[in-house]
């Protein structure tokens, strides 16, 4: 069975536009949350977020296939971090040819359109709705214009299942390439929903942090006693997954390596986690088997990305999980919640977090939680509080849970051979 691994890295949040800038932002506990500025919110309860700003789209218009004013902003932002990634990663970016796949993930991909133009249609009549409507909005248009920007000729798909969107799309890339379909897959997620109805929405489901409109760099508090919901975001971040006798035969190298991804559904609530984290400690756990790894063997050299939306169910659920499956060394696990800074993005998370695991990993240096001031009870685990810290981590285990009970856990392991291991500064 082929090896897999991370071989190039794209990311665009409010942290950014590019790698680089994101991990410096990240490691040194900088918020990209702030008032938004793209739509009118004087009338909703919530006006903060994370909103992508200054995305260069020289960089989406490519080519005479693909064209930016005829994309919606998800879709700009899968293409934009695509040509990072490939850059990233010493490929081609043009004539990727059959060997190459897409499959990436999205909650909500082209909310903003459906909003502008169904506006248009009532303001305005049906004549005025424009052509390119359902292109822009179908969930499929991230990786088909991936596809047409590349010229990728591989599969090319999108995995939809709310926040675990990019998991899933990553534990397909993973598996996909196991089977020897494709020599690498371009994977990762996109999301694009800070708009008046996504924000409105959350709001009514009181999910979304109310109380901080004046200080959006303190409204996402993973883990503390006080945090009050999750603040949205907006953004993209694309991973080359490759297989090894790929990546060796051109003399890439790797940010890590992918070991294993497991899914579970909870069948319990269709918005609310199960308390008890049943079937999310069954996805951590198999990830970690599956992994041919121990949990007891591996506490002291893991990091966790949690999931960590500063919501009171999911943080105490998740830190309920990773205490079922680590046991007594859990406490010995460095976990953190970088929603904290980027806010939560929805279907495009667990590709940023996995995006930041691999960093991680790579650097020996661990982001923090931000925020993070009144310990709650229910939630005792070292959550790296405030400030990065440098340690010897071999393994990251990235969780990401959604909407519809949908649970994924990812494992990945630090590269060690000199042959394929990143050496540049991250």
């Keep these: 069975m082929q090896r897999v691994f991370v071989s190039g890295i794209g990311m665009t949040t409010c942290l950014g536009n590019d790698r680089r800038t994101n991990w410096n932002h990240l490691i040194n506990g900088r918020c990209g949350l702030d008032t938004l500025k793209l739509h009118d919110t004087t009338d909703l309860d919530v006006t903060i977020g994370g909103e992508v700003r200054d995305m260069d789209l020289t960089r989406v218009n490519v080519n005479d296939l693909v064209n930016s004013k005829r994309m919606d902003r998800a879709t700009q932002f899968s293409v934009f971090a695509t040509h990072e990634a490939l850059e990233d990663a010493g490929l081609p970016t043009s004539d990727l040819g059959e060997n190459a796949s897409v499959i990436l993930g999205a909650g909500l991909a082209g909310l903003e359109t459906y909003e502008f133009q169904h506006e ?15 292109p822009m909005l179908m969930p499929n248009a991230p990786p088909a214009c991936v596809s047409l920007a590349f010229g990728v000729h591989g599969s090319c798909h999108t995995c939809s299942s709310a926040c675990s969107s990019s998991g899933h799309a990553m534990i397909d890339a993973l598996e996909f390439l196991r ?19 996504g924000i409105a929405s959350f709001v009514r489901m009181k999910a979304m942090c109310r109380d901080s409109n004046d200080s959006p760099k303190t409204s996402m508090r993973p883990f503390d006693d006080s945090r009050a919901g999750f603040v949205m975001a907006e953004g993209a971040s694309i991973l080359i997954f490759e297989n090894e006798d790929h990546l060796r035969k051109r003399g890439g190298r790797a940010w890590a390596e992918v070991l294993s991804g497991k899914a579970t559904s909870d069948a319990f609530h269709l918005v609310q986690p199960d308390p008890e984290g049943r079937k999310a400690i069954r996805a951590i756990d198999t990830a970690i088997e599956a992994a041919a790894l121990n949990s007891a063997d591996i506490a002291g050299c893991t990091y966790v990305n949690a999931h960590g939306t500063s919501t009171k169910y999911n943080d105490a659920m998740e830190t309920v999980a990773l205490n079922h499956v680590f046991g007594h060394d859990a406490a010995k696990l460095r976990v953190s919640s970088t929603k904290s800074m980027t806010g939560h993005m929805i279907g495009a998370a667990c590709a940023v977090e996995m995006s930041v695991s691999a960093l991680a990993l790579t650097s020996g240096i661990l982001p923090p939680t931000i925020n993070y001031c009144t310990p709650d009870p229910d939630c005792n685990l070292n959550y ?43």
């Design 384 to 426: 790296i509080a405030n400030e990065a810290v440098e340690a010897d981590v071999r393994y990251a285990v990235n969780n990401s849970f959604g909407f519809g009970g949908h649970n994924v856990s990812l494992v990945i392991g630090r590269v060690d051979d000199p042959e394929l291991k990143r050496t540049e500064d991250v």
């Design 120 to 134: 248009r249609m009532l303001s305005r009549g049906p004549s005025r709705v424009s052509p390119f409507t359902i």
């Design 179 to 197: 089977q020897g379909n494709a020599d690498f897959v371009i994977t990762g997620g996109t999301e694009a929903s800070l708009t008046r109805l």
